[in-house]
């Protein structure tokens, strides 16, 4: 009986010890997961205050009044966000948004981004025959834009055979022959295809042409696909929606820092114009769509009522200057002694 006694007392000292660990672990635990959420609270509670410092909600004074009253803009601004749905891929929601608006959409704009997007699916999923029946059937029109989308669908085409192993080795060569007609244009490329064909028993992963497995050919070709496409329909690759959104979301920080500065030093008629920046905003050279002059004298961009003009001595000024510059019926250069006649210049168009 005594022994039974101290086994248990044992047993019970060891449970004790036991006990004591866990509860000194999970002391530990949870002072490590407090002080890491103290971290991440604090970091937490400076993304609002980071919000209200840097968003304004208040954007009128930097919008033109008004913008979207009439319906002739309502129209337009409807059709532009029921375009932006159907290059989405979001065909219910883009008719449901013109049953709602009373936007008629005509089935010839609707038709083009129903087959691009039936295209673009069937690519994301790695099926590259309805890509290859569109660029057979608008071959010409694609050469005629030095496009390489047949090429490219071809050749990922052959290397899908080839990831199928020693199996699809007949095949492959057998489909070798749609590189014919671009033999001339894409030898070095079509060469090192029928190389890869070597190691087809030992695996393409594993031999020197193992970068023809990359994944993000498939990326790639959408993209090719989808430019090209749009290039055909006479459409801009991106959305007009999408571009001006973007646009909008640089500027506004730019034009609400202007209100500011103009609010602050009290100085409220300098932009009366809503309809007319104060200054120039840089987007980038991904918004450049067009050619953009400044006469260097006036310091102000040209338009079609203020068109650039070229002087005789080959100088550049806009329309307003000579005006301005013009005395007696004759004009002297500003930049060069030359007397001419403003009547001689000749308008440029870029």
């Not at 635990?29 to 890491?36: D, G, I, K, N, P």
């Not at 079609?304 to 510059?325: F, Q, T, Y």
Request: glycine share 4%; charged share 20%.
């Amino acid at each position: 009986r005594i022994w039974n006694l101290c086994v248990q007392d044992a047993d019970l000292s060891v449970l004790h010890q036991t006990m004591a660990q866990c509860c000194k672990e999970i002391k530990e635990t949870v002072q490590m997961l407090a002080s890491r959420h103290k971290d991440i609270h604090g970091s937490v509670s400076k993304v609002g205050k980071a919000i209200d410092r840097n968003f304004d909600a208040e954007v009128s004074a930097v919008v033109a009044e008004n913008v979207w009253d009439s319906p002739e803009r309502q129209k337009y601004l409807s059709e532009t966000i029921v375009e932006h749905l159907y290059r989405q891929g979001m065909l219910s929601v883009a008719e449901d948004l013109s049953q709602e608006s009373g936007v008629v959409i005509d089935m010839s704009m609707k038709q083009p981004f129903l087959e691009l997007n039936r295209i673009l699916e069937a690519l994301r999923t790695q099926d590259l025959r309805p890509a290859l029946e569109w660029a057979v059937t608008n071959r010409q029109r694609l050469l005629d834009l030095n496009s390489t989308l047949e090429f490219k669908l071809h050749r990922l085409y052959f290397i899908s055979l080839l990831n199928g192993g020693i199996g699809k080795q007949q095949e492959a060569l057998q489909y070798a022959r749609h590189f014919q007609p671009f033999a001339s244009q894409h030898q070095r490329d079509i060469q090192i295809l029928m190389g890869s064909l070597v190691y087809l028993r030992h695996g393409i992963e594993n031999s020197p042409y193992r970068s023809l497995l990359e994944t993000d050919q498939w990326a790639e070709i959408c993209n090719i696909f989808t430019r090209d496409a749009c290039s055909l329909l006479g459409l801009s690759v991106e959305s007009p929606l999408s571009v001006s959104f973007a646009s909008g979301c640089m500027a506004l920080p730019v034009l609400m820092n202007i209100k500011q500065v103009i609010e602050q030093r009290q100085c409220s008629g300098v932009w009366t114009h809503k309809d007319e920046l104060p200054i120039e905003i840089e987007l980038g050279k991904k918004c450049w769509y067009h050619s953009v002059f400044a006469c260097p004298i006036l310091r102000q961009q040209t338009s079609e009522s203020n068109p650039p003009m070229k002087l005789i001595c080959g100088h550049v000024i806009s329309r307003d200057a000579l005006n301005k510059l013009t005395n007696a019926g004759k004009l002297k250069c500003p930049y060069c002694p030359m007397e001419q006649n403003p009547s001689d210049a000749k308008q440029i168009f870029f």
